[in-house]
């Protein structure tokens, strides 16, 4: 019977974590549903060794430290199994919530999705609570249901996957994979749940946002010839452009501002900011933004 999909799930350092995920994945990798690959990349650590424990799971490691290296070697080994899931190693996820998106996923139409996200804070700082909390805004929600990052995990049908041809070398690649599509053919699978694990102390979550502020610059950077493009016609004044859609998204945060969403939507906005001054300067310095 073939598979019903292939799942691929980078790993850079993961032997402290990646242990949930494939204890939920494990046996559905017995059962032969589905084709799982752990790509290890540039690990310094027991990764690949805690992986190869979980059967039914292929292993592989490859020198580079780098997601997109890792992406575009699980690509390369899925082959033709669609649907493609992409898992972040340090994630949690359920069988059902795996079928849930899969089923989804499992059509000719140009399809890509991602499941609902729990954040897992229940160990961290009061102000990494509090930036999580944030992202649970009606504010926030209503960009995060447009948009398929930042869940830990995203998915493509067999002809989505054919929009691009791999992963592009930049830290943001669920920014990318998000902007290959159009709104219509992105869906949130609300029967699908994940849960993503944050950092337990405000400096890693600190320098997380960095890498995060990094891949954004990258991604601008590669695209910014396509952003250009998306101007209506007949625009003569860009910034003009872009500053009127910034006041209306602005009125759009005010209508829905609530009480009880100001002190955190404060603390993700200062930790945003600080993140975005910490790389600035790390690059005045000279000093490069590695992976991890």
Not at 91 to 114: E, K, Q
Request: hydrophobic share 40%; net charge positive; with cysteine.
């Amino acid at each position: 019977m073939p598979s019903l999909a292939s799942i691929v799930i980078p790993a850079h350092n993961e032997e402290h974590r990646i242990r949930e995920l494939l204890g939920s994945l494990s046996d559905l990798a017995i059962a032969g549903d589905y084709d799982i690959y752990v790509i290890c990349n540039g690990c310094r650590d027991r990764t690949r060794q805690v992986a190869e424990e979980y059967p039914g799971i292929v292993v592989v490691e490859i020198p580079d430290a780098g997601k997109h290296f890792a992406l575009n070697e699980g690509d390369r080994l899925a082959g033709d199994v669609y649907p493609r899931l992409y898992c972040d190693a340090d994630t949690h996820i359920s069988p059902a919530s795996i079928r849930a998106l899969v089923d989804i996923l499992t059509t000719d139409d140009v399809v890509a999705a991602g499941p609902r996200v729990r954040y897992g804070d229940e160990k961290s700082a009061w102000t990494v609570k509090l930036y999580c909390r944030a992202l649970e805004s009606p504010l926030m929600v209503r960009w995060l249901d447009d948009h398929l990052t930042g869940r830990g995990l995203y998915g493509a049908s067999r002809a989505a996957r054919r929009r691009f041809e791999a992963f592009p070398p930049m830290f943001a690649d669920d920014l990318f994979f998000d902007s290959q599509f159009d709104l219509s053919e992105k869906k949130v699978v609300h029967d699908c749940a994940v849960t993503v694990w944050v950092p337990n102390r405000l400096g890693a979550l600190l320098w997380g946002e960095v890498r995060v502020s990094e891949g954004n610059q990258q991604f601008r950077v590669v695209n910014n010839a396509r952003a250009d493009s998306t101007v209506p016609e007949g625009s003569r004044d860009n910034s003009r452009f872009r500053l009127v859609s910034r006041m209306r998204t602005l009125r759009v945060w005010w209508r829905d501002l609530r009480r009880r969403d100001v002190v955190p939507l404060t603390v993700f906005l200062g930790i945003a900011a600080t993140a975005k001054m910490i790389l600035a300067a790390k690059k005045m310095r000279g000093h490069e933004i590695r992976w991890r």
